[in-house]
């Protein structure tokens, strides 16, 4: 690859206008950047400006503004060349000094763990104090994260020029910490990208099985959705649209590797290894478009996902179906606008540059690419959570659950999308939205039907949450709940009720119910408990023959533990025996 500064002004200028002022602080910053690495090498034997340029060239190409893509090549000045950041800021202003002043301090922090947990106390601290800045950054201008996240993706494409020992760290870091966050900030193909680089390192025998046994099926695929792609290209046409580009979506390797895992490795029952994309102008068009794909074959029942009229929680948008295609096979499709295309590639980058060009070409000059950043709720949302934690090992913990883990989203009953880990229960959701609603949490009701609390949530639920005033948390809620900041609130309205004398330890119950089974039977014994303002706190089942044993415990006092048995006799027929004892 030629380096040179003509190069770089022509991908950065590809998709916007930059002023002669810009330009000339870009050729400025390239030679500034160029004479101060001047003799310096990588590990791979490269010159060492070479890592300054790219991670700027990546910057262009998720179109960013001027100064961010000025701060890409001088990111390493001020840390590793005899040029201070002083000097940056006199030649280049206090914006440029600030983003590169940025990245030097996340360039500090340095991911460990062993065996699963921190090396030691006093190194659980340092780490999570090194992220806390992290997040600082993130959430005072997003752009350091962006200029982190390109110069990380270099690193990781030259990551095996550096020793072996150092690898694995460096693989983990960007699998747990970069990757996460970039799919947090809506950049799902970098956060792919992130993850398929580091998977080698991270499992080198996965990596080699999939090697050996996906690629003849990716080729497989494409070619048959090149039939596909002829198809679908011909009833467009015929039906007046013209799709901005059809192209294929081969599924990562490393998110292959997740899918596979769940079914036991079973390369057919992966019907996205190749997905068709479909790009067109409109929104209206992608509806059209689905409309279209439905009458040539039939959709999977389960299988639609409309992201455009309920966006992911990290902005994603697009259409996708599974139909049986030709020759009755399963064939996911993708459609979206170019927009929408732009932003799943690019994700925030690209959400700030339609900003702009909805408000004109001269709004650049007006304010900072970044200025409203306040936009995005997450920035929000992630600036308040941090200081919930004041223990390291907490904060350490609960930023990789409640925030970089895996994700699904569910909705309240008046449409918002709540984010959540995977396997979050109603009480994770119930803190999510307020304090006081997990705090008075009695029931909840899932697509309405009623559910245990313990239940755990799929994405796309429908979550309502039953409250009763004189109701607080339970501390068996600490062995069922996924989130950190739900597990905090709990034990701290758990410490009040002890502290003010309120909380007398009521005993646990567990009901023993055996009754004909028939459908909705637990439904009806359920509701009972919520009538009678009972919090039940598991429910397990076992069927023999024709009937059903139903076991549900949960804090009552004796009184009106008798109460229920009676309730439950006279209400439901199917009921041949009940009784309880006390757990605790």
Known sequence: MVVNVKNLLAEAQKTREFSKTDIGLIEKAFVVAQKAHQGQKRKSGEPYFNHSYNTALKLAEWQLDAKTVCAGLLHDVAEDTKTSLEEIKKEFGEEISFLVDGVTKLGKFKYRVENGKSNSANHVQLQAENIRKMLLAISQDLRVILIKLADRLHNMKTLSAIPIQKQKRIALETSEIYAPLAYRLGMQNLSGELEDLAFPYLYPDEYRWLIENVKEKYEEREKYLEKVKIVIEKNLKESGIEPEKIDFRAKRYSSLYKKLLHQNMNLEQIYDLVALRIIVKTVEECYSVLGIIHQLWPPMPGR????????????????????????????????????????????????????????????????????????????????????????????????????????????????????????????????????????????????????????????????????????????????????????????????????????????????????LDRIGLLKDISSIFYRSHINIQSTNTSSSGNYRTIKIRCEIDKEKAAKVVLKLKESIKEIKEVGYKIMK
């Open 304 to 515: 639609i996902k409309d992201y455009i009229a309920m966006p992911k929680p990290n902005g994603y948008r697009s259409l996708h179906t599974t139909v049986l295609c030709l020759d009755n096979k399963p064939t996911e499709l993708q459609i979206r606008t170019t927009e929408m295309h732009q932003e799943a590639e690019n994700g925030i980058a690209a959400h700030w540059l339609y900003q702009q060009k909805k408000k004109g070409k001269d709004y650049l000059h007006k304010k900072p690419v970044f200025a409203e950043q306040k936009e995005l709720a997450w920035v929000e949302q992630l600036r308040n959570w941090q200081k919930e934690f004041s223990d390291s090992e907490e904060f350490l913990q609960s930023l990789k659950i409640d925030f970089l883990k895996d994700r699904m989203f569910v909705m309240t009953p008046k449409g918002k999308v709540v984010d959540l880990p995977v396997n979050a229960t109603p009480i994770d959701f119930a803190y999510a939205i307020h304090t006081d609603i997990g705090d008075h949490c009695v029931g909840a009701r899932i697509n309405n039907k009623i559910v245990p609390l313990d239940y755990q949530l799929q994405s796309g639920d429908l979550v309502e949450i039953l409250t009763q005033k004189s109701k607080k948390p339970s501390e068996s809620w600490l062995h069922s709940v996924k989130t950190n900041i739900a597990k905090k609130k709990i034990r701290a309205a758990i410490k009040e009720k002890e502290y003010s004398g309120l909380l007398k330890s009521a005993p646990v119950f567990e009901f023993k119910i055996v009754a």
